[in-house]
C-alpha cells in the first residue's frame, strides 16, 4: 500500500464507470483518440456537480462578501463561509478560522514566508528544507534568506528518492527556525513519513510547514493528528477550479503573523495614523476573494469525501502498482523514484529518447502526461537527469488507460529504435 | 492539428541518432552556449571564420531529437556559407518555425523544411529554433543564448507544476 494512512480494507471500491461519467471531459477526443488524461499531478480534471455549483453560484448567489447588507451579499458570504467550513472538515482542522483561502499552494507558502518568516527569522537562522522540495517550497525560502541573511539545510535523499531521515534530524541546531516539508514528491511520487518529521522539530520548538499540494488530492490529510502549524494546498489538483487554495495555519501562530497583503476586508479601521487588522482568517484574505472558486473548492472536497478518501487512495494505490508493473517491465525503460511509500506519480525515463519526444509522441495517441522538469531541479540533479517523463493518477483513471499508456511508449520506442 | 508524426521524420530521426558535426573546435574563432532552462535542452556551439566563411563548425549538448537533428541540419547547412548566408537562413528559419514564412515563396532553407511542421507544435518550437538562437548569438559574440531571454522573440515559458 501506498498511502501514509493505513488503507482500510472495508473502503468501498470506486464505481469507475459512474465517476467516469461525471466527467465530461473524459468523454473527450484527441488526435482521434480517446483522452488518456494522466497529468493529474499538474492539474486534475472537475466533475459536474462541481461545474454545475459554480454554475449556481454565478447565477443566482454572486455579489461581493462581507461587505452589503442586501440580500445576494449576504448569500454569497454565507456560501463563502461555509466553503471554509467544508474545507475545515476536510482536513480536520479544529477552528475554521485556521483555514485561510490562498490563490493556490504557491501563495500559501510565500503567506508564511512574508507573514511568519519575515517577522521571526533573521541573519545566520536556519531553514531546513529537502530535496524533494517542489520550487515553490524552495525560492520564497531563497528570498527571504537574501533579505535576511539566513541559511538553508537541504535534507537528502537516496537512489530510491527516499528522504534520509537521520540526516534530517542531524540538521538541528540551536540556530534552527522554520522546516519546509513536501508530504509527497512531486516528481516522483515518495510519500514522505511527516508525522515524525513533524514531531521531532516540534519537540525542538521548530515551527513546520508542510507542501501537501500533491497529497490532499489522493489521501486522507488530518491536520491535528499531523500536528503541522501550516498545511498548504491547492484546489485545481482536487477537482477544483484554479485560483484557489488553503493555507491551514495554527490559529495561535496567525495571530503572531504580519500580514501579507494590505487592503481591504483585512482591516478592522483604517485611518492614515493608524490601521487595525482584522482577525484570522480576514487578516490574510486582503481584497475580493475568488469567491467562486472557494465554493467550488468545498463542492469538491465534498465530492471527494462522498466517494471516501480511503476508497480514493486504495484505488490510485492498485493503479500505480499496476503501472509499476507494466512499465517497470519494459526494455529500455526506467522507473525514477522506487520509494517504498509512493502516491499517484510514475516518473520515468525512456533509454535514448528525450522526454519531450516521448511527451509530443505519446499525445499523437490521445495521452496526456508531463514531461520537464516537473519544478523539482534538484531532484532531476539528484537523478542526474535534465527531466523526467511523468504519468500522475486520479482516482478516475483506469487500468485500460495504463495499458494505453504502455502500448504508447512502445511505440515511442518504435519510433526511435 | 498537423501529425506530430510527420515531424518525427526519417531524416530528423537519423540526425538525432547519428548527429553530424558533433564536438567542439580547438580553436574556435566564435562560440556560445544556448539554453532552453524550461526542458534542460542545452548546446554548445563552437565555430571557426576564415575571413566571412565558415570554414568549420561544431556542437555538442544533450537534447531532446527535435533540438539535437535542427543543431545537427543547421551545422551541414551552414558549413562553407558565408555569414550572411547563415544570417539569411536564421531569419529564415525562425520565420518558418514561427509560421510566418509562406514556403511557397522563394526562400533558401532547402531540406531544412522538414522542420515546418513544428509551427503545429508550439512547445516544441524552441527546441527547433534554439540551435539557430545559439548560432546568432556566437556570430554576435554573445557568450549564451537562452529561450528565456527577455528580447526572445519565442519567449512563452511552458512552466507549471
Known amino acids: 500500500m501506498n498511502a501514509t494512512q493505513p488503507v482500510r480494507k472495508s473502503a468501498a471500491a470506486l464505481d469507475l464507470a459512474r465517476i467516469r461519467a461525471e466527467f465530461p471531459i473524459l468523454g473527450l477526443r484527441v488526435a482521434g483518440k480517446p483522452l488518456v488524461y494522466l497529468d493529474n499531478a499538474a492539474s486534475s480534471q472537475m466533475p459536474q456537480p462541481v461545474i454545475d455549483r459554480l454554475v449556481r453560484y454565478q447565477t443566482t448567489e454572486h455579489a461581493n462578501i462581507h461587505r452589503a447588507v442586501h440580500y445576494l451579499s449576504e448569500t454569497a458570504t454565507r456560501e463563502y463561509e461555509e466553503a471554509r467550513r467544508r474545507l475545515q472538515r476536510f482536513i480536520n482542522a479544529g477552528e475554521d478560522r485556521e483555514v485561510i483561502f490562498t490563490s493556490g499552494t504557491t501563495e500559501s507558502i510565500n503567506l508564511v514566508m512574508h507573514g511568519y518568516g519575515r517577522k521571526f527569522i533573521g541573519a545566520g537562522d536556519e531553514i531546513i528544507l529537502t530535496t524533494l522540495e517542489h520550487h515553490s517550497n524552495i525560492v520564497p525560502w531563497q528570498m527571504l534568506c537574501e533579505e535576511k541573511g539566513a541559511k538553508i539545510r537541504v535534507v537528502p535523499i537516496n537512489d530510491a528518492g527516499e528522504l534520509l531521515v537521520d540526516e534530517y534530524e542531524k540538521l538541528f541546531n540551536e540556530r534552527t527556525r522554520f522546516v519546509g516539508l513536501t508530504h509527497v514528491s512531486n516528481a516522483l511520487g515518495t510519500v514522505n513519513p511527516i508525522k515524525s518529521m513533524i514531531a521531532f522539530a516540534r519537540a525542538r520548538g521548530v515551527p513546520v510547514l508542510i507542501d501537501g499540494a500533491q497529497a490532499a488530492p489522493h489521501m486522507r490529510v488530518d491536520v491535528q493528528d499531523l500536528d503541522c502549524d501550516f498545511y498548504a494546498f491547492s484546489g485545481h489538483k482536487m477537482c477544483g477550479p484554479t485560483g484557489i487554495g488553503i493555507l491551514y495555519g495554527k490559529a495561535a501562530l496567525l495571530e503572531t503573523m504580519q500580514p501579507f497583503k494590505g487592503g481591504g476586508d483585512m482591516i478592522l479601521s483604517v485611518s492614515f495614523e493608524k490601521t487595525t487588522y482584522n482577525a484570522i482568517p480576514h487578516k490574510f484574505e486582503a481584497g475580493t476573494p475568488p469567491i467562486a472558486a472557494a465554493i467550488g473548492l468545498g463542492a469538491a472536497v465534498d465530492y471527494l469525501s462522498a466517494l471516501g478518501m480511503d476508497a480514493i487512495a486504495a484505488h490510485e494505490s492498485e493503479l500505480l502498482d499496476y503501472a509499476t508493473g507494466q512499465v517497470g517491465r519494459m526494455d529500455g525503460v526506467r522507473i525514477i523514484g522506487t520509494a517504498k511509500a509512493k502516491a499517484s506519480v510514475l516518473s520515468f525515463g525512456v533509454e535514448g529518447v528525450h522526454p519531450h519526444d516521448v511527451g509530443t509522441l505519446l499525445n499523437q495517441e490521445g495521452i496526456a502526461i508531463r514531461t520537464g522538469h516537473h519544478c523539482a531541479q534538484p531532484v532531476m540533479q539528484r537523478f542526474k537527469v535534465p527531466a523526467t517523463s511523468r504519468a500522475s493518477f486520479a482516482f478516475y483513471n483506469n487500468v485500460g488507460e495504463i495499458d494505453a499508456l504502455v502500448e504508447g511508449i512502445r511505440k515511442v520506442q518504435k519510433v526511435f529504435a | ?161
Not at chain 2, 75 to 86: F, H, L, N, P
Open chain 2, 1 to 161: 492539428m498537423a501529425d506530430p508524426k510527420s515531424l518525427y521524420q526519417e531524416v530528423i530521426l537519423d540526425h538525432n541518432k547519428k548527429p553530424r558535426n558533433f564536438g567542439t573546435l580547438a580553436q574556435p574563432s566564435h562560440k556560445a552556449e544556448g539554453h532552453n532552462p524550461l526542458c534542460g535542452d542545452h548546446i554548445s556551439l563552437t565555430l571557426h571564420l576564415e575571413g566571412d566563411r565558415i570554414d568549420n563548425i561544431a556542437f555538442q549538448g544533450e537534447a531532446c531529437a527535435i533540438c539535437k537533428a535542427s543543431a545537427s541540419m543547421m551545422t551541414s547547412t551552414v558549413k562553407g556559407k558565408t555569414r550572411e548566408d547563415a544570417e539569411t537562413l536564421i531569419q529564415e528559419f525562425r520565420d518558418m518555425a514561427t509560421g510566418k514564412l509562406d514556403l511557397q515563396t522563394p526562400h533558401h532553407l532547402g531540406r531544412l523544411t522538414v522542420f515546418g511542421g513544428v509551427h503545429d507544435l508550439p512547445t516544441r518550437v524552441k527546441c527547433a529554433i534554439l540551435p539557430w538562437h545559439t548560432l546568432h548569438a556566437a556570430f554576435h559574440s554573445v557568450a549564451s543564448a537562452s529561450t528565456e531571454a527577455d528580447d526572445d522573440p519565442m519567449h512563452a515559458p511552458i512552466g507549471g507544476a
